[in-house]
């Protein structure tokens, strides 16, 4: 039974399509990414999973019910903009949202403490939320998310405006809640990200689905036809006939073949001509070179003029 | 409903404990304390206690005049009384334009050209804004040369006393009419400044969420008119707190012997009855909760403090319109103008709490004033609710009328 369902959802406003025919489903205990441009529709996808706007048609499921605002204590929600009460105390306000969550008091106090041990930020609890750094506040925010122990988490944009050192924490803990058993579902446009945590996909752009399945599956569906290579000696072999196209920046090669088995050929081929190899690499197509080609196969991006930007 | 507990609470709490609420509620008794205090000790020294000349030839006038207004009902005036010539002309004339002088001016009165007429009288002063001295010596003339006129014609001293005897006009039937007249101002005039004050913190309250970006969270497990509600309960409590803890200092203040004395005994059984506070509180709460929703509908309306004040016609137009409509409820509180105006929900809590003081009003128009009132605040916490998430999830600016109307179709 996947957590979320989206069937043909469409949302316009005004005169401005936002969403068209999005179809989706997120199964639990998977990280699924949803990718896209800025304004492709991430946001107002997210917004109707959770009630805030309404689909114009389509229908939203959440836990294999018809989506019913009862649904939404069980979901933990991180919007894009961020947003705190300025002079409220750390710990009353994630109190509050807890409350607002349905959690008794007792309780929510006792799992922000805890929280806030595990996200590294007990110095914070007695401050007000104005007197802390964006990345402090940006923690105490993914704990508000948290805090009511969703089955489904939504994070939109979460690791934007975050240091190396904090976007790592939190990327480790949205792994934790993953291995037990919850759904995660977050937006970007940063794809090195996406590659790296995510078991499932889906690529909008313009409002449209250009791509979805599972992290494999999709990077299947692309040939591993492309080769780094570090070498000295001769260059010779980037001629070779199954060559398609070849960049050479001083002896870091970037080579495109023509089919992924030709890589043993022209490797053989190279060292038989005396080329000393540090590095032959084939490697997978990047999940940034998917989404730009993909997106630049759709109709809509011949309409845009020719601009991504991802 | 939890949760409309939930954001009223916190926005209680939070602005209970600001320094801000603590310092308005203890300094405004204090200033309030101050005014009175101020006022009375004013209002003592009010008698017009200027220093004038009266010149004229008649004694007996000129002294009747000078007693007159030496120890009169409303002045203490120091008066010289002149012989009239044209050096004390010239005399008086200078000590006008001297600053050392205390001098106020001058009355000169002229003997009657033909016998049997009025003298005239000819009134110099330093200030030409001197308007209470001018009114002091107005009065005291005329009485004393009517008096005289009396006098002249025959009539004994005695006769003339009874005649001009102020007339008292016993209106204790209907109740003090002066004393309710003035209760139904205050309260009115209390009810106006509170809504304007707690109106308007209402929609700052409201903004507050969208300019720290806090709505997003909210809503994903609120509705809006939840918030819109929790909102305006919130802040309205905060009111009540206020006006509760000034009510209690003005009663502690009032019951001093003080403030009893300053009122003059007619005031000293209570000048409110428990009708008349139990009217005020209903149409108090009411009033508050509909001039609350109006400016969370701003509120929802707008982004920033400074859009929220181009808008701030649409709190007080309605308020100003009740103030105008005062002044025709006094004249005929029962006028069928009077009657429909304040069943007007934007003026019921105003002018039908006013009209419960000045007359009696049929419970059916009370009941009907507020069911009128609770559809109105429903009604208008819907349509805010509605501008207020369409809004801000769409486009983050202020919107003009035909998107609003549109908004309201939107699911």
Known sequence: MPIVELQNIRKVYDTKVAVEGLSLAIEPGTMFGLLGPNGSGKTSTIRM??????????????????????????????????????????????????????????????????????????????????????????KIQFIAALLHEPELIIMDEPFSGLDPVNAELLMRTLIELRSDGKAV???????????????????????????????????????????????????????????????????????????????????????ANGTQFQRFEVIEPTLEDIFIETVKATAEYAEDGGRVDA | MHNVWLIARREYMERVRTKGFLLATILIPCAMAALIAGSSYLMARTKTNSHIAIVTSDKQLGEDLKSKLENGKHSEMQVDLWKPSEMSRASLNAQLHNSGSK??????????????????????????????????????????????????????????????????????????????????????????????????NTARSIIEEKTSRVFEVLLATI????????????????????????????LVLASTPYAAGLMGGG????????????????????????????????????????ELQQLNLFLVVPLAFCMVMVFTIVKAPDSVLARV???????????????????????????????????????????????????????????????ILRWLRYS
């Not at chain 1, 389509?58 to 294999?64: D, E, I, K, W």
């Open chain 1, 49 to 138: 999973m959770i009630g805030m706007t309404v689909p114009d048609s389509g229908s939203v499921r959440l836990f294999g019910q018809p989506f019913q605002r009862s649904l939404l204590g069980r979901v933990g929600y991180l919007p894009e903009e961020r947003g705190l009460y300025k002079k409220m105390k750390v710990l009353d306000q994630l109190v509050f949202l807890g409350q607002l969550h349905g959690l008794d008091e007792t309780t929510a106090r006792k799992r922000a403490l805890g929280w806030c041990e595990r996200m590294e930020i007990v110095e914070a609890i007695g401050k007000k939320t104005e007197e802390l750094s964006k990345g402090m506040q940006q």
């Open chain 1, 185 to 271: 579902l977050f937006s970007t446009h940063r794809m090195d990200q996406v590659e790296k945590l995510c078991d499932a996909i889906a690529i909008i752009y313009r409002g449209r689905l250009v791509l979805s399945g599972s992290m494999r599956e999709v990077k299947g569906r692309y040939t591993r036809n492309r080769v780094q290579a570090v070498f000295t000696g001769s260059d010779a072999f980037l001629r070779h006939p199954s060559v398609l196209q070849a960049n050479n920046y001083a002896g870091v090669a970037e080579i495109t073949l023509t089919a992924s088995e030709q890589a043993q050929e022209v490797l053989a081929a190279a060292i």
């Open chain 2, 103 to 200: 001098l106020a001016g001058y009355l000169w009165i002229a003997e009657p050209t033909q016998a049997g007429a009025r003298p005239t009288f000819e009134y110099h002063a330093r200030s030409a804004g001197d308007v209470s001295t001018e009114d002091s010596i107005e009065s005291s003339v005329d009485a004393v040369v009517s008096r005289e006129g009396l006098l002249k014609r025959g009539l004994s001293a005695q006769e003339i006393d009874t005649i001009t005897a102020p007339v008292d006009i016993d209106t204790s039937s209907s109740g003090n009419m002066r004393v309710a007249f003035f209760v139904a101002y205050f309260f009115f005039f209390l009810m106006y400044m509170v809504i304007m004050l707690y109106g308007m």
């Open chain 2, 223 to 250: 509705t809006p008119d939840q918030l819109l509600a929790g909102k305006i309960l919130g802040v309205g409590a905060v009111g009540l707190t206020q006006i509760l803890v000034w009510m209690v200092a003005a």
């Open chain 2, 267 to 306: 005031a000293a059984q209570a000048p409110v009855s428990v009708a008349q506070t139990l009217y005020f509180l209903l149409y108090f709460v009411f009033g508050f909760l509909l001039y609350s929703s109006i400016a969370a509908s701003l509120g929802a309306m707008t982004n920033s403090e400074q």
């Open chain 2, 341 to 403: 105006v304040s069943l007007i929900p934007f003026c019921s809590p105003l002018l039908m709490n006013f009209r419960t003081s000045l007359t009696y009003v049929a419970p059916w128009e009370i009941v009907l004033s507020i069911v009128l009132m609770t559809l109105t605040i429903l009604g208008v916490i819907w349509v805010s609710s509605r501008i207020y998430r369409v809004g801000i999830l769409m486009y983050g600016k202020k919107p003009n009328l035909p998107e």
